[in-house]
């Protein structure tokens, strides 16, 4: 059974990768990341509003208890405060054996059930000393029973217990009604409510213990200790609730500045606290109890203006939450609405940007594509050496060659041929022999210098210096091309043979690029004059070289010379020539063998220039 070769597994996880870079480079790739760049801070925005209307809306519901708070802590503080006014009328009604009344108890009864029936259903308390809770119905039916129990003869603590006992368990029901941790800015006025409810039933309590001290004269140690113990905390709570609400210090302070009662009853509480026996009298229990009721009065008037702040800054409170609920909501709605047009604005702009960066690639290409265009031009116009020199100084200098081969040719008979030809014959004609040549010379260590008409000149060892290897290339180069002439033909004249005549010579000469317009890779010196002269005094289909490129060719022992003799050269005069032959038998090397160099063998260009030299 065959078994997956390990190396597949690295190969896989190449392949996954090639893939996901591919992916990483690809325009939709781009598009996603562009367009996740502005949808973060969108979410972002998005996230924190939520958050933030979330909060608003805890908070309006936090407020909206603490206004339901409010509202059950006003009905029950009323509910206390009508309890409280009865149980004092009530116990200034068996004080004064029935014959004084504050005012009418039929009416104070009236008030405190209206208090109860505007409570609804009452909460389940839990009176002291009970084992049972008290429900709405047993609370009502039991005032009831107090009150038509109540009469002159009826003791005032065993009257006043059951107000207590009420007062105690509505007041520890308000207690854990109103949370004392609350969050909002209305904790302390319900607080400050709760302890100013409280203080003034200390008070109330300690009013009633008060009026047994004047009319007997002395409290019994029992009550004396009931008496401090709630005046005290009365007190206490009323010093808790002005802490925590300080704009009732100026309303408390009036009370206090503007009864002159007030004075009087520091001094009757102060006298209750020492204790001392007397002598009991009902006119100062009376007075005690009407200065005490009217203090508990005007508490009970700073406790409605407390109600009020509560009102208001539950409404107040409620308003700005629902108010930032929705500035959050609509923030968020806008949000929402925005966000998908600077989603869509921005895939239009990453469209539009991948647009330009296509049409921007396209014209990069372009543009190296015409710049290879450009480059191929210039290095058919120049040798690519000299080229790139150019290109990157702007500036070539002349250069001298100490040794160099060039080589000269032109066809036999061509203004004779060019007269019976068309024009069109001619180019087409003089196309295929260059292009002949061209390729031919391809093989070998040499530089095609330019074609003028029907002269072909080739040089070696420029631009690039190969050594000595410059004669041998050119002489190769030459029986090449002479071999190829002869298996030439003219297209619109087959019966007629193309003759060539070469010469070739070896020397000095200095290179350069000559003209701006149209820069040329020129030659100089008497050695470009002397190979011309081997050329022009030669014969058809013979190769005719200088003593110099005879001597430097001898050094191969590579090729078969025949001496031809003295030559009348003009501007030189007589000259020693040999002629060409061929090369030794079995020196000859195959073409696919021959010498080659990095350099470009020839310039193309020139193809179309015999045209117009033409």
């Not at 400050?192 to 008060?210: D, H, P, Y």
């Not at 406790?303 to 930032?324: H, M």
């Not at 040794?403 to 040719?409: A, G, L, W």
């Not at 003209?515 to 002269?533: E, V």
Request: with cysteine; glycine share 4%.
């Amino acid at each position: 059974m065959e078994t997956a070769s390990p190396s597949r597994k690295p190969e896989k996880s190449e392949a996954w990768s090639l893939k996901v870079r591919r992916w990483c480079r690809s325009r939709r790739c781009q598009l996603w990341r562009l367009l996740l760049l502005p949808f973060i801070p969108i979410l972002a925005l998005i996230i924190q509003t939520t958050l933030s209307l979330r909060h608003s809306i805890t908070n309006g519901r936090d407020v909206a208890d603490v206004e339901e708070q409010v509202s059950r802590a006003t009905e029950l503080g009323k509910l206390v405060t009508r309890l409280q006014q009865e149980r004092s009328e009530v116990a200034f009604f068996i004080f004064t054996n029935g014959s004084k009344l504050r005012s009418n108890l039929t009416q104070r009864y009236v008030r405190t059930d209206m208090a109860v029936q505007k409570m609804g259903d009452l909460p389940v308390l839990m009176f002291k000393n009970r084992t049972r809770p008290v429900d709405g119905a047993t609370f009502q039916a039991e005032l009831t029973e107090l009150r038509a129990s109540i009469n002159a003869e009826k003791s005032m603590t065993e009257a006043v217990e059951w107000y207590t006992n009420a007062n105690a368990a509505l007041l520890h029901h308000l207690t854990k009604e109103i949370k004392d941790t609350d969050s909002s800015t209305l904790w302390r006025y319900l607080v400050g409510f709760k302890n100013l409810l409280r203080s003034i039933e200390c008070k109330g309590i300690a009013s009633v213990l008060g009026i047994n001290y004047f009319a007997r004269g002395y409290l019994q140690a029992k009550a004396y200790e009931r008496y401090v113990a709630h005046m005290t905390l009365g007190r206490d709570l009323l010093d808790n609730t002005l802490n925590l609400v300080p704009s009732l210090i100026p309303l408390h302070k009036d009370i206090k500045e503007d009864s002159p009662e007030y004075q009087d009853l520091e001094k009757k509480n102060q006298q209750i606290v020492d204790n001392k026996h007397q002598e009991g009298s009902v006119a100062e229990a009376i007075e005690y109890f009407d200065q005490t009721a009217t203090f508990l009065d005007k508490l009970r008037a700073v406790q409605k203006q407390l109600r009020e702040y509560i009102r208001e800054g539950a409404t107040e409170s409620l308003k700005d939450a629902r108010q930032s609920e929705a500035i959050c909501a609509g923030i968020l709605v806008l949000v929402c609405v925005v966000s998908p047009i600077i989603i869509a604005l921005v895939r239009n702009a990453v469209n539009t940007i991948q647009v330009y960066a296509r049409n921007l690639s396209e014209k990069a290409r372009e543009l190296e594509h015409e710049k290879e265009l450009s480059d191929s031009l210039l290095y058919q116009m120049l040798p690519p050496s000299v080229a790139k020199q150019l290109k990157q100084t702007q500036q070539v200098p002349a250069e001298f060659f100490a040794s160099v081969t060039v080589y000269f040719s032109d066809i036999v008979g061509f203004t004779a041929i060019a007269a019976v030809s068309t024009p069109y014959q001619v180019i087409s004609f003089l196309n295929s022999v260059y292009k002949l040549f061209d390729e031919r010379i391809e093989c070998y260590d040499v530089y095609k210098i330019e074609t003028i008409g029907d002269s072909y000149m080739v040089a070696s060892g420029i631009p690039v210096r190969n050594g000595n290897k410059h004669a041998s290339e050119i002489a190769s180069m030459a029986l090449e091309l002479l071999e190829a002439t002869s298996m030439c033909r003219l297209p619109h004249r087959p019966d007629q043979t193309l003759c060539m005549r070469s010469g070739i010579h070896t020397g000095p000469c200095v290179a350069g690029i000559v003209g701006s317009k149209m820069p040329r890779y020129c030659l100089f010196g008497d050695t470009i004059n002397t190979a011309s002269r081997m050329e022009s005094t030669g014969e058809p289909m013979k190769i005719q070289i200088s003593e110099d490129v005879k001597r430097e060719i001898d050094k191969t022992g590579l090729f078969i010379t025949t001496p031809r003799g003295v030559v009348d050269v003009k501007g030189k005069g007589e000259m020693t020539t040999h002629w060409l032959e061929g090369r030794r038998p079995g020196s000859r090397t195959p073409l696919s063998l021959a010498p080659t160099h990095p350099q470009t063998r020839s310039s193309p260009r020139y193809k179309h220039d015999k045209i117009f030299h033409y």
